[in-house]
């Protein structure tokens, strides 16, 4: 059974400070990893994805991978008041697998 | 990213009924997917629909509760039949193009039901 954990918070962030959410997982087949934002009625936004053990970087989002560890994070400098919503990791199998998700983390960024 | 639609994009419903969600995109994908997300939960997978052959459905969802339509490369059906109240859920589907790991899934608006 795939599993992935993340702290549900709420997380809370002074504004223009660095937010940081983190998510394991226990398949260590999984190979590609994506974080989501989802706003309150919303549906799932894809922010990013990863699939190499490093940091990868978009504007103010680098997410950070470690295979070794079951380890994924995702780190949001510059935090904004528009930032604050529920954050969910998912991991993925092979390329025609569906996605597993975490509970998410619900992020407030205090302006 | 293509574009989603679903409909409808809420109902409510009386027990022992069924609802068909449609889900039509603006391109041809690969892959679509239907995912569940009860009240105050996270998503979880339902099935992949196959286009021109049955869907493979998850550990916990059988085909007679969830039935799964998928006729072309653009449009995929999902059906709740004979619904109870733990039916009640946001119902989302998600599409993908191509068949690499690291492909992206981008998710429809949603179906929010409600049943009573």
């Known amino acids: 059974q795939k599993e992935v954990e993340q702290n549900s918070g709420p997380l809370s962030v002074p504004e223009g400070a660095i937010a940081s959410l983190n998510c394991t997982y226990s398949d260590r087949g999984s190979q590609s990893f994506f974080w989501y934002r989802q706003y309150s009625g919303k549906s799932p936004e894809l922010i990013m994805f990863?699939?190499?053990?490093g940091d990868k970087e978009d504007g103010r989002f680098t997410a950070q991978l470690n295979k070794a560890s079951q380890y994924v994070s995702l780190l949001i400098r510059d935090s904004q008041p528009s930032d604050s919503a529920t954050y969910l990791c998912?991991?993925?199998?092979?390329?025609?697998?569906?996605?597993?998700f975490g509970k998410g983390t619900h992020l407030i960024i205090q302006p | 990213s293509a574009v989603i639609s679903q409909k409808p994009s809420r109902d409510i419903c009386q027990r022992g009924t069924s609802l068909t969600i449609q889900c039509q995109v603006d391109s041809q994908v690969t892959m679509m997917f239907w995912y569940r997300q009860q009240p105050g939960q996270s998503l979880t997978l339902i099935a992949t629909?196959?286009?021109?052959?049955?869907?493979?459905?998850e550990s916990g969802f059988v085909i007679d509760k969830f039935p799964i339509s998928r006729p072309n490369l653009t449009f995929s059906t999902l059906t709740v039949s004979n619904m109870s109240p733990e039916d009640s859920s946001i119902y989302l589907c998600?599409?993908?193009?191509?068949?690499?790991?690291?492909?992206?899934?981008?998710f429809g608006p949603g179906t929010r039901l409600t049943v009573l």
């Open positions: 990863i699939y190499s053990n």
């Open positions: 998600s599409v993908q193009s191509g068949l690499i790991t690291n492909n992206e899934q981008f």
């Open positions: 629909a196959n286009q021109g052959s049955e869907a493979t459905y």
């Open positions: 998912a991991v993925k199998g092979g390329g025609a697998d569906g996605l597993t």
